[in-house]
């Protein structure tokens, strides 16, 4: 197997002091903004990207992998604890995990929440090292025609198949589309939407975009919030933090099908885990009603088990479909490509070949940091139940601090400070009124890959719109989008329905 | 109206007002390009007349979304019950809307404020300044706490990114000395 020996190699390369540091360090700042409510993977990769500039890229990319899934480790234990999930990923083990909690069983919670993350994303990681060659080895063939065909794919999937509304999701994504227009057009040389404005000419920098729509709108939706009766108390895990027999072997089988149901949901731009974890708290639900004493609703260790495994396959997945496909398909997967490109480096099919030892020096890294992230979190959930102590206003001061230097870092110039504060106004208006930022990054990002490939494509054929759907994968790509859509409008159909009842 | 949620409001009509502003910006940017040689039929126009097209009709279909009656929330009964506890079953605030705009705008304030004064007085003292407006608007009056935090992080983001990394920030006049 060539995969092997590649993977064994890249671990030969990060199994040094210094990357080892980097993984520790990644895996330790995840599970802390994962811990924290209102602060996500996608906001800490977000800031840390300045140090794109002085660190190497298998260092640097090391650690925003390692923060990406200790996000999706730490996310559960403040909903656990407090029932305020510390990200939109960890609502659906919320409902069993803060019951355990409640009847004093908050210690084997955590623990089912962090085997079942590692075991998904372990599965997942696997999956990755075998099917990502694969997969770019069948991206090569891909020409502006199929690009265009995957841009249009996460754009609808994330703003109408993902979002609760539809109608918010599309139009997060047409502004999106618009801060990615600004700038000089890269095939004519003309400049767009900066009138004469020099400091536009290159357009916003996606770091701007990310640090003030994620770390400012929420310092601002945090000033918003003051005053209102929201403090909840949190219940301390004490005890074991190991499983008992009886409760490992309850919980396996829900491990094994949460990351079953999570592992196809990374490779296909849905936005994230989401779905997948409602799924897979959706399918425990229906099995325990089968039983002849139902435990969902009393703290069911299925119902954490399943979602928390399907949330890090799905992290998995999507990383191997951003090494190979090029493709982000969550908001942290989205600001991580941003972080490839400050390297000069394009994920996508040709990253393998161009960049293999870093591409496998990342793979091993994944393995290293689900280790790292499980010796964290199963003894020390008490210590990281701790943080939640913080006081809200030392810690949204300190984000804002990070911020104002993220993007100062960045480009050196006032002027990507002031639109720092606009956006970051606009991302608290988005955030009183339900507008989901993801799509936003998604359409930055592939805003201009969607358009120079539909002009590309166009340009090659005399403009004939047929070759848009001229080969089998653009064909599949639209007829999965449609089922998508159709699925998701039935399903939305069926609540109402069932609501009205 | 006030059993609405937050973004059924009146307040939520901002937002297709934004829309409706990025496609006015999208079609007065795109009517006086100066386009760079033969665009084409698929020149750098069609991107932005396609996205602004998006922009209005989203725009409008908002507007519809946000003003349309909603029997669930509009009822008697929902606008007599405003105050105590709600059976909608969903624990929301009692009002949609319930901004602190103090708060908002201390914390808009010490942005802007940062960003007016961080030439002159340099990093450290200027993010000092930021953290402790953000700290106010959440409500803390500790001062001597975080205005020694805030120095803390500010000087604690000087060492490492400056010195340790070599990412350069203003040092003010405080670099003077």
Request: glycine content about 12%; some cysteine.
């Amino acid at each position: 197997m060539e995969q092997l020996s590649n993977l064994l190699g890249g671990f030969a390369d990060i199994l040094s002091p210094s990357a080892l540091l980097f993984v520790f360090l990644g895996a330790l700042m995840g599970t802390a903004v994962g811990v924290l409510p209102g602060l996500g993977s996608a906001m800490a990769v977000a800031l840390l990207l300045p140090l794109t500039f002085v660190l190497d890229p298998t260092s640097a990319l090391i650690m925003f992998t390692g923060i990406y899934f200790g996000g999706l480790f730490g996310d559960s234990i403040a909903g656990f604890l407090m029932n305020t999930p510390g990200n939109s990923t960890a609502i659906a083990s919320t409902f069993e995990g803060h019951r355990m909690a409640l009847r004093g069983k908050a210690a084997q919670a955590l623990a089912t929440g962090a085997i079942g993350a590692f075991i998904g994303g372990m599965a997942a990681s696997a999956l990755v090292v075998f099917f990502a060659p694969m997969l770019a080895q069948l991206a090569t063939g891909f020409g502006p025609a199929e690009f265009l065909a995957l841009a249009v794919f996460a754009f609808v999937a994330i703003s109408a198949v993902v979002a609760d509304s539809a109608i918010r999701g599309v139009a997060a994504l047409a502004i999106g589309l618009t801060l990615a227009l600004i700038g000089i057009d890269q095939p004519s040389g003309s400049p767009r939407f900066s009138f004469g404005f020099s400091p536009l000419l290159d357009g916003i920098s996606i770091v701007v975009i990310t640090v003030s729509l994620l770390a400012l709108g929420e310092v601002f939706s945090q000033a918003a919030k003051v005053g209102r009766a929201q403090d909840t108390k949190a219940v301390m895990p004490t005890g074991r933090w190991w499983l008992s027999r009886a409760e490992f072997r309850q919980a396996l089988p829900a491990w094994l099908r949460g990351t079953a149901i999570g592992v196809p949901f990374g490779v296909i731009p849905a936005g994230g885990a989401e779905v997948p974890t409602f799924l897979a708290y959706g399918t425990e639900r229906r099995l325990d009603r089968r039983k002849p004493e139902p435990t969902f609703g009393k703290g069911a260790i299925e119902g954490v088990a399943a979602p928390e495994a399907a949330g890090n396959a799905t992290a998995g997945t999507a990383m191997g479909a951003l090494l190979a496909l090029g493709l982000p398909t969550s908001a942290t997967a989205a600001i991580l490509l941003a972080a490839f490109q400050q390297y000069g480096l394009q994920p996508g099919p040709l990253l393998l070949e161009r960049s293999g030892d870093i591409v496998w020096a990342l793979l091993a890294g994944f393995f290293l940091a689900m280790i790292v992230l499980l010796i964290l979190n199963l003894p020390f959930a008490p210590l990281w139940a701790q943080l939640l102590r913080v006081p809200k206003s030392y810690l949204y001061a300190g984000i804002a601090v990070f911020a104002a230097f993220g993007v100062y870092a960045a480009g050196a110039s006032t002027v990507d400070l002031v639109i720092m504060l606009v956006l970051g106004v606009l991302g608290l208006a988005m955030r009183l009124y339900d507008i989901p930022v993801a799509p936003v990054l998604i359409a930055v990002i592939l805003g201009p890959l969607a358009e120079y490939s539909l002009r590309d494509a166009m340009g090659n054929s005399d403009n004939d719109p047929a070759v848009l759907v001229s080969s089998p994968i653009t064909v599949v790509l639209y007829l999965l989008l449609a089922a998508g859509v159709a699925w998701t409008a039935w399903r939305r159909f069926a609540e109402k329905q069932a609501a009205d009842v | 109206m006030s059993g609405r949620p937050a973004h059924l409001s009146r307040g939520a009509l901002v937002v297709p007002a934004i829309l409706a502003g990025l496609g006015i910006f999208l079609v007065y940017g795109t009517v006086t390009m100066e386009v760079v040689g033969d665009g084409g039929l698929f020149g750098p126009t069609t991107m932005p007349w396609i996205v602004a097209v998006l922009c209005f009709v989203v725009a409008a279909l908002l507007a519809f979304d946000i003003l349309r009656p909603r029997p669930e929330y509009d009822t008697p009964a929902a606008g007599a019950a405003d105050g105590s506890a709600g059976d909608s079953g969903e624990a929301g605030p009692a009002a949609p809307d319930g901004v602190n705009v103090p708060a908002v705008l201390t914390a808009v304030g010490g942005v802007a404020g940062f960003i007016i004064v961080l030439p002159f007085l340099g990093w450290i003292l200027s993010a000092t300044g930021l953290f402790t407006a953000v700290a106010v608007a959440l409500g803390n009056r500790r001062w001597p706490g975080i205005v020694l935090g805030g120095l803390a992080v500010s000087s604690a983001v000087q060492v490492v990114f400056s010195a340790l990394l070599g990412i350069s920030l203003p040092s003010g006049f405080v670099g003077g000395f």
